[in-house]
Nanobody
């Protein structure tokens, strides 16, 4: 059973930073595509970043240069470092995983496995 548990969300002022973590269990990273998507109130899910088993990444234009994804394979943890946060980054953030699908950014919001989400609120 694949389980993903996000943590690290919170409230910050614009320009601040947050570090989101996703603890994964029930599968092997090397077989899966991983990523983060977010959902702001009243909006559709939006892919934020995808990372494949080789470590190749794909970021949404809106977060390029500000967000960085990384994996700690030893701890089965996915990290999203978010810097220079903007009010428009406010959303519920979800860690997601899937396999046997194209590992592209636009597919992340429809992955089969995702966690309960963690709220990020950025004030101006």
């Amino acid at each position: 059973l694949v389980q993903l548990v996000e943590s690290g969300g919170g409230s910050v002022q614009a320009g601040g930073s947050l570090r989101l973590s996703c603890a994964a269990s029930g599968y092997t990273y090397s077989n899966y595509c991983m990523g983060w998507f977010r959902r702001a109130a009243g909006k559709e899910r939006e892919g934020v970043v995808a990372i494949d088993s080789d470590g190749n990444t794909s970021y949404a234009d809106s977060v390029k240069g500000r967000f960085t994804i990384s994996q700690d394979n030893a701890k089965n943890t996915l990290i999203l470092q978010m810097n220079s946060l903007k009010p428009e980054d406010t959303a519920m953030y979800y860690c997601a995983a899937d396999r046997g699908v194209p590992c592209g950014l636009r597919f992340v919001p429809s992955f089969d496995y995702w966690g309960q989400g963690t709220q990020v609120t950025v004030s101006s």
